[in-house]
């Protein structure tokens, strides 16, 4: 794994400057923050946000070339986001590139496993690959990544874990058996760990989004995704901004009593 570009104060200094539409909301304290699957659509924003309130922001990425072009339209609007080559569903590169990021950044005292993919298909087409390769990405990604990051939230007696699920973990969804099942864990995890680590001021929980409005979405014919949109009380899709406010609601000091939840964002579409 690689940091691409590397970092002068003096472009940290316009994370939080240079947006000048929305002021600047400094945090209290300024944290090395990990976002996994940065690089895309509900990623992007949470990176920015997180860089706007004034952390340091990390991601990882597999695809070098899109991140390298990810990474440069950042700085063109003004984030500095520092960007790793790791695939997280793989144990042994995850472990080198936490290191990395500490070594480099300091340590990460904020996770959000939000990398995830997904391999639709009914379950009698269903291939191995289609199955490991879903579980992979979105469910041994968030172990690969939180075992060696907790050890940094334990020393710094402070800790924030965020992991993006999906409304489709709750209420199951045709052809997707292998990504409900990826999603579903990961709030089993969420649980478990909160429980854990509660007395230690870290705290675990899951933000499982619905139908947003992202380039997948779209590219779903119109009378489709009219007939989606008619389900969701709300009236409209989720945008990855209301993904990331509730990240920014999570990590907020003030959201400490908040552990082993699930934060439904999907408009009022599955009521649990
Ligand atoms: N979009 C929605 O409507 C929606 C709804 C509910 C939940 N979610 C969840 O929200 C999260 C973000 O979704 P999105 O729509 O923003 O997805 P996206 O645009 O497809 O981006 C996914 C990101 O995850 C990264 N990634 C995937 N597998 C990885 C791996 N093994 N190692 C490293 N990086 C990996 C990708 O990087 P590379 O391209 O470099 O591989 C990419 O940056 C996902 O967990 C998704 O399941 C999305």
């Not at 970092?7 to 600047?24: F, L």
């Not at 990544?145 to 045709?174: C, W």
């Not at 119109?222 to 709300?234: A, T």
Request: proline fraction near 4%; charged fraction near 20%; glycine fraction near 8%.
């Amino acid at each position: 794994m690689t940091s691409v570009l590397p970092i002068s104060k003096e472009q940290m200094s316009k994370n939080s400057s240079s947006d000048t539409s929305t002021p600047p909301s400094p945090v209290a304290v300024p944290r090395v923050c990990l976002v996994t699957g940065g690089t895309g659509a509900i990623g992007t924003v949470i990176c920015q946000r997180l860089a706007k309130a004034g952390h340091t922001v990390a991601t990882t990425y597999r695809n070098e070339e899109k991140a390298k072009a990810w990474q440069e339209e950042m700085a063109k609007q003004g984030y500095v986001i520092h960007i790793f080559k790791c695939d997280v569903g793989n144990f042994d590169e995850t472990q080198k590139c936490v290191k990395a990021i500490v070594a480099q950044l300091g340590p990460i005292t904020i996770l959000i496993n939000n990398a995830g993919i997904t391999r639709d298909t009914s379950l009698r087409k269903m291939s191995v690959d289609q199955w490991r390769d879903v579980m992979s990405s979105n469910l041994d990604s968030v172990f690969n990544v939180t075992r060696p990051a907790l050890d940094y939230m334990l020393e710094s007696s402070f800790g924030r874990i965020i992991n993006i699920s999906s409304i489709n973990g709750q209420k199951g969804q045709f052809g997707q058996s292998n990504y409900a099942a990826a999603k579903a864990g990961m709030h089993g995890f969420t649980k478990a760990l909160a429980q854990e680590v509660a007395k230690k001021n870290i705290t675990v929980n899951t933000i499982s989004p619905g139908y947003i409005e992202t380039e997948m979405i779209m590219a779903v014919p119109e009378n489709i995704r009219q007939g989606i949109m008619s389900q969701i009380p709300v009236g409209r899709f989720g945008t990855p901004e209301d993904v990331a406010h509730v990240v920014c609601f999570l990590i907020n000091p003030d959201s400490s009593f908040i552990t082993g939840a699930n934060i439904a964002t999907n408009g009022g579409h599955f009521m649990d």
